[in-house]
């Protein structure tokens, strides 16, 4: 039977020589969960015996049946995305991705905090708003991953308080690139399949017009909006989001706008060239005019000790109307209020007294049935290891004869190897990824 079916041939070989998720790692317990999958917390059983946190993509659902569909569009980016980036300090790192029983393990490293840990913290514990020294290095830091992922001709998409982690040594880390898109000759416009992008209270205005052409400043937007969080402990633009009709069109986000308008004044031509031209204009002029107030928010007394002048200015111009007028990464890093005392430390934690410092993530016994799969399966696959320079999903690779770097692997010396490379360049490639033909997009 064999003979008749290499490749179920190979398939048995590679089954019954491949180490399972279990093997490699220790599940010490659950951190979150999310749209796409669950993370948990590992310890690595190598001699290290290094933290990690481990996600596992959920299966796609329709009611009680699970189903295989393919590998998620969300675990497929964040693939693509990760390997040429996770060599950046504030950018975390992806160490291998593994499948098991059709299930896909992403293995990232571990870091103990995230800013929404730290906006609780001062929240809800120490009842103090952040220092400005803390505010200026995680600001600095974020800002400092961000312009390495746009080097990469990443955009992020989903820049958040909970998608930004800090380890205990203060170092931040821009994670969960699920939403990330390539932008160096995609395949298809950045509006294809993804009608809505970031969370809402971070989204860019021109998202909220109805925008199908867009570029990184909806990061930088984002980052504005984090940084305000910080700074007031609470989302500058808090807005109720008006949820997805029975077809899936995508509603205009009045109330959004509105927290914003409050804040930025309503926009002008001269302010926004071209915003007459926005899908959802019609919609946005039935809201009332606002003169801008960001200068008053940035004064009130709870903020006046944190955000001066240049913090003012600062954000004034992450959150510009027009995304042609918004600072870069670069130029954000640049701005003079980071050259004023105190200026960003490496360890945004440097000198914190221990109180101020917030705690490790909770970790907790999983609400689920089982990280793992059941037993007597498909042993894992690693698709590629951290170590191997894997960087074969950016376009910029994709041409000419494969080679052992394209695809993680250390050789293609058997028939195994090159079997199992192109399987997974077959499954990604053919199966799973839309391909347009329409013209690139920025």
């Known amino acids: 039977m064999y003979l008749q079916d290499p490749m179920r041939f190979y398939r048995s070989k590679r089954d019954n020589t491949r180490r399972r998720v279990g093997d490699k790692y220790t599940i010490l317990g659950f951190i979150s969960s999310g749209t796409y999958g669950r993370v948990y917390q590992a310890r690595s059983k190598e001699e290290d015996g290094q933290i990690h946190a481990i996600k596992k993509f959920k299966p796609d659902k329709e009611g009680d049946v699970v189903t295989y569909t393919g590998i998620s569009q969300s675990a497929i980016r964040e693939i693509a995305a990760s390997p040429s980036v996770s060599q950046h300090e504030n950018v975390v790192a992806l160490k291998e991705v593994l499948l098991e029983d059709k299930s896909i393990y992403m293995v990232f490293e571990y870091a103990e905090h995230d800013f929404l840990q730290v906006i609780h913290h001062h929240s809800q514990t120490l009842r103090s708003n952040i220092s400005t020294s803390v505010l200026k290095s995680l600001t600095y830091q974020l800002l400092n991953g961000l312009l390495y992922l746009h080097q990469a001709h990443i955009i992020h998409r989903d820049l958040k308080p909970a998608n930004i982690l800090i380890t205990h040594q203060g ?33 860019a205005p021109e998202l909220l017009l109805g925008a199908k052409h867009y570029n990184r400043a909806v990061d930088i937007w984002a980052i504005g909006c984090v940084v305000a969080e910080l700074a007031s402990l609470r989302p500058i633009f808090k807005g109720e989001e008006a949820k997805l009709d029975a077809k899936k069109n995508v509603p ?25 031209d926005m899908p959802e204009y019609h919609s946005m002029k039935r809201i009332e005019y606002y003169a801008p107030h960001l200068r008053e928010w940035c004064t009130q007394s709870s903020r006046r000790n944190i955000i001066n002048h240049q913090g003012y200015d600062f954000l004034n111009h992450l959150f510009r109307y027009d995304p042609d007028q918004r600072l870069s990464a670069k130029e954000a890093m640049l701005h003079k209020w980071f050259q004023e005392d105190p200026v960003p430390n490496a360890n945004a934690f440097h000198g914190l ?22 037993p007597a399966v498909a042993p894992a ?52 990824l839309p391909i347009s033909t329409e013209g690139k997009y920025e």
Not at 186 to 195: H, I, T
């Open 171 to 203: 170092v931040v880390k821009i994670g969960d690139l699920g939403l990330a898109r390539l932008t160096y000759e995609p395949l298809q416009p950045l509006f294809a399949g993804d009608k809505v992008v970031v969370t809402i209270w971070y989204r």
């Open 252 to 276: 205009f986000q009045k109330d959004q706008m509105l927290k914003i308008f409050e804040v930025l004044g309503t926009p002008s031509e001269h302010d926004w060239p071209g915003v007459k």
């Open 353 to 374: 007294p221990h109180n101020q410092i917030p705690p490790n993530r909770r970790i907790t016994q999983d609400d689920a049935p089982s990280m793992m799969p059941m």
């Open 381 to 432: 696959t690693s698709l590629h290891s951290a170590n191997t320079g894997m960087n074969a999903l950016h376009p910029a690779q994709m041409s000419g004869k494969a080679s052992a770097g394209s695809f993680g692997s250390a050789r293609w010396g058997t028939f195994e190897e090159e079997a199992e490379a192109w399987e997974s360049i077959l499954y990604l490639f053919v199966r799973l």
